[in-house]
Each structure stands twice: as structure tokens, then as C-alpha cells.
């Protein structure tokens, strides 16, 4: 085949056997959220540039190396989200959420977009579960963004993730930290790379995150923000662990943690696997108490986490965890000759609309063909109409699973499948041990149906 284009290098197609997969995981990650009281918001997939270069930073690797950023037709400079929280906080301030109560507790999924150097884990378009908490100040929101984060990796089934925990401090403590960095690093300015020599004199801590292997090794032996802390934010960290304690949530403090974008003040968090290579961090997150005021807003204290759903993805897979099966078809309906076909249709848009799977035939198969496709949907339930099942207002329901068959009414067709559909799918669950004393007419009589 002579494809006209291939899909772009660092960008991935979710086909339809695995879309079952992170559908799941939204919804999961979109409930457990909403129990804790976090609401969606979606912004646009592109914002003005300068919302990143303020927000993201200017001497951040993503701003300087990884954005996709162009001029738009009326010469705008644009830029593809690299990451979710600015666009929220953008919107926050437009739309004046800061004058709802406190705190706003948003929470979303989105694709974001970095042009970095494609591997496992690490893609040019990559989607997150992000959650921000806009107006709160307290260490007792850090502690509760966190066990969110954690409560979904436990309710995945996701295990041996390490919470590693950090705080860097606020604008005050930092300036004597990034002093101390600088002497550090200015005693070795040749080797860094040219970025981090420029970095050096704007925001030292950046080289503590830059990619390159030789700035990497310079940097570990650098001043660590910990030491450097003042007395709240010491305080701040504390009882951000204490909480953590008291909810019975594992962590580690990583002194070393400083995350790879300027908004981030104090409490910084990050979730890592050892099991996926390289690209370990599935979570990432912390306080951002001035990014809220550096895009023009209120003074805001805010904090929130992002996860990489295909990071995700390949630890749930790493680990063998369950999803749920992709809905299974309840029905086909294999049909013989146009009059079949057209009360096959009929029937089908009526048990679709009372909210069941069923299919029929839209192509134009022999029976034979139709059944062998049938089979290969996996339909629960095989019926097959023809002119002498029509003459005769009988037809023979076949249970795929058990072979069985069962000669059905067509005129009370709907409503007798759709029992005998609830009476099986009562019958799995008793197999799988649930107590179900359940009255299917009334839940057919039921507003539901
Ligand atoms: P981040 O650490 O840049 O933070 O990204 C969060 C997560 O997105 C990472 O931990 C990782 O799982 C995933 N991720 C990042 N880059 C890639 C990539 N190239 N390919 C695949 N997955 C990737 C943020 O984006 C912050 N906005 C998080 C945040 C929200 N902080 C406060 N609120």
C-alpha cells in the first residue's frame, strides 16, 4: 500500500481495541476526582505563546527546546499546550472563577504537546489527567491533591509506584538558594552545556533538570533547596508529611526533585515506577502559590498534579492489571431477503434505543456470512429472520455461549429478549457470587426502560 503519509514521528493512534482501555481510565480518573469535589474544565488545545513563556518560564527546557509554536494566518503567535495548567489558570482569571468560593477544584483530561526526543513513554503528542486547586494555601490541600492522585493508582490496581516528595521552597528562601547554586555551578560554567550557561545567571535552578548527561552529573553534587528552606516553608513541609502520615500514605523525600517547569513553589511531588524504563515519572505535580498573580490575577495560592495516561498505560500493562471488556454485542439479527432485513431494522432500532447492543446486517451477506461475523463480534445472541420465520411470527434465539435455543414471538420480540437479556446478565452475576434478588419485570416496568 502507497500511504500518502505515515502518522508524525512521537504521536500514536488508539485503535478501536484498545479505546475501551483508556475510555476506562478517564472515567475512572474523572470520578474519583469528582468524589473529591473536583469539577472538569476543558480550554483550547492552542493558546497565545506568551501564556507559556510566562507561565511555563522562559528558561525552561520546554519552553526553550520542546514547544510547537507558529504563526497563525494573522500572524499571532500560537502555541500547542505543552502542558494543562496555564490554560486552566488563564481561564480561571478570564472568566473570573477567582470571585467563586474557594477553592476551585478543577480537573481535566488533554493532550498536550513537546517536542522532545520520542521513546518509551516519552511522545511528541501525550495526554494527562490533571486536576488544579485554585485558592488555598493550606497544607491540608497539598496532602488531599496527593492522596487523589494516589487513591487512583490503588483503585487500578497499580502498585509499587513510589511517592517522592520535595519542597523548594518559596520566592524568599529561593533567592538565597539560587546564590548558593550559582557559586556552585559558576566554578564549573565551561563544562555545563550553552543553555545552562545562560541559565546560570537568570534561574540556576533549571540546570538541576537539564537533559544533557554532563550537566546531569555536575549537577548532583549541587546545593540542595532543603537546606535553604525558611522557617514556613520548613513549617509548610512538615505538616504536608504529617498529613501524608496520618492518611497512611507512603512517601519518600527526594531532596533532589525540582521539576522541570518555573510555576512551582514549595511542596513538590512526583509518582515513579521503576518498571517502564527511562521515562519512570507517571505523576508529577506541586504548588504554584504565584503563577495565579504572573498571569495577571489575584494573589492565589493554587497547587495540582498532571499524569501521563500512556505512561499509565504501560505500567497497568507491565503489571498485567485487568480493564474491564469492551461491551459485548447482545444481539445480531441475521436476516434473509429485503422484507427480513426491514423488520430486522425495526426490531434493532427498538432494542437499541431501550439502550441495547444489537446489530444487523448493512452489507449485504448471505446468512451463512452474517453468522460467521456474528461469531466474530462475539454476540451474546443470534437470531435469524426469514420469509418463513415472518409467515410464521416465530423465530429461534440462540445463546452463542451455551448453544441453546429458545423460539421467541417476533410481536412481543423486544420486550422478551430484553428479559431474558436481564434474567442472563443476573445469571452471571450470581456465578460470580452477588446476592442478586432482583424482580426483572420491575426493573422492565421501571422508568428505565
Ligand atoms: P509534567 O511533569 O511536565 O507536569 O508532566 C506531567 C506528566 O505528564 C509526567 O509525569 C508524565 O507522566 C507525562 N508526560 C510529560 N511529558 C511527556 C511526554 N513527552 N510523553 C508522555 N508523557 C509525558 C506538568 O505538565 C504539570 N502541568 C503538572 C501540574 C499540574 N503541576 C501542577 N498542576
Known amino acids: 500500500m502507497a500511504l500518502v503519509t505515515k502518522s508524525i514521528k512521537g504521536t500514536q493512534d488508539v485503535l478501536p481495541q484498545e479505546s475501551h482501555k483508556i475510555q476506562f481510565l478517564e472515567s475512572t480518573a474523572l470520578e474519583i476526582a469528582g468524589n473529591y469535589g473536583f469539577r472538569e474544565i476543558r480550554t ?43 490554560g486552566v489558570v488563564r481561564s480561571f482569571l478570564e472568566h473570573g472563577l477567582y470571585n467563586e468560593p474557594m477553592p476551585q477544584k478543577l480537573c481535566y483530561l488533554t493532550s498536550c504537546y513537546r ?98 548527561p554532563v550537566c546531569a552529573a555536575i549537577a548532583k553534587d549541587a546545593p540542595k533547596v532543603l ?17 501524608l502520615r496520618t492518611m497512611g500514605i507512603p512517601f519518600t523525600v527526594n531532596p533532589t526533585i525540582v ?24 505523576c508529577g505535580g506541586g504548588r504554584y502559590d504565584g503563577l495565579v498573580e504572573e498571569i495577571g490575577g489575584p494573589h492565589t495560592p493554587a497547587l495540582g498534579f498532571a499524569m501521563g495516561l500512556e505512561r499509565l498505560m504501560l505500567l497497568m500493562g507491565a503489571q498485567n492489571l485487568p480493564f474491564p471488556e469492551p461491551e459485548r454485542c447482545s444481539l445480531y439479527l441475521a436476516s434473509m431477503g ?75 420480540f423486544e420486550g422478551d429478549f430484553m428479559r431474558l437479556s436481564i434474567s442472563e446478565s443476573l445469571k452471571e452475576l450470581e456465578d460470580l457470587g452477588v446476592d442478586t434478588d432482583i424482580d426483572v419485570d420491575a426493573i422492565l416496568n421501571s422508568t428505565l426502560f
Open 227 to 243: 537546606d535553604y528552606l525558611c522557617d514556613d516553608c520548613r513549617a509548610h513541609f512538615e505538616q504536608v508529611q504529617a498529613f
Open 338 to 412: 429485503d422484507k427480513a432485513l426491514d423488520r430486522a431494522m425495526q426490531i434493532v432500532a427498538a432494542l437499541r434505543q431501550e439502550g441495547v447492543y444489537a446489530e444487523c446486517d448493512v452489507v449485504g451477506r448471505s446468512v451463512k456470512a452474517q453468522m460467521k461475523y456474528a461469531n466474530k463480534l462475539g454476540a451474546k445472541f443470534t437470531m435469524v429472520l426469514g420469509d418463513s420465520e415472518l409467515d410464521g411470527g416465530k423465530a429461534r434465539l440462540k445463546n452463542m455461549d451455551t448453544g441453546e435455543e429458545t423460539e421467541m414471538t417476533l410481536d412481543t
Open 259 to 282: 521539576r522541570g517547569l518555573d510555576y512551582y513553589t514549595r511542596t513538590v511531588f512526583e509518582f515513579v515506577s521503576t518498571e517502564i524504563g527511562a521515562q519512570g515519572t507517571v
Open 44 to 86: 483550547p488545545v492552542f493558546e497565545h505563546t506568551e501564556l507559556f513563556q510566562r507561565g511555563v518560564g522562559d528558561t525552561t527546557d520546554v519552553v526553550q527546546k520542546e514547544m510547537y509554536t507558529f504563526l497563525d494566518k494573522g500572524d499571532r503567535s500560537i502555541t500547542l499546550r505543552p502542558e494543562g495548567t496555564a
Open 115 to 212: 517536542y522532545e526526543k520520542p521513546q518509551a513513554g516519552r511522545l511528541r503528542e501525550f495526554h494527562q489527567f490533571g486536576v488544579e486547586c485554585l485558592g488555598t494555601a493550606s497544607p491540608a490541600a497539598d496532602a488531599e491533591t496527593i492522596a487523589l492522585a494516589n487513591e487512583l493508582f490503588s483503585f487500578l490496581g497499580v502498585h509499587d509506584l513510589e511517592l517522592q516528595l520535595n519542597s523548594i521552597g518559596c520566592k524568599d528562601c529561593r533567592k538565597e538558594y539560587h546564590k548558593a547554586l550559582h557559586d556552585y555551578f559558576e566554578s564549573r560554567k565551561d563544562e555545563l552545556c550553552g543553555t545552562c550557561q545562560e541559565r546560570l545567571d537568570r534561574n540556576p535552578m533549571r540546570i538541576l533538570d537539564c537533559k544533557s
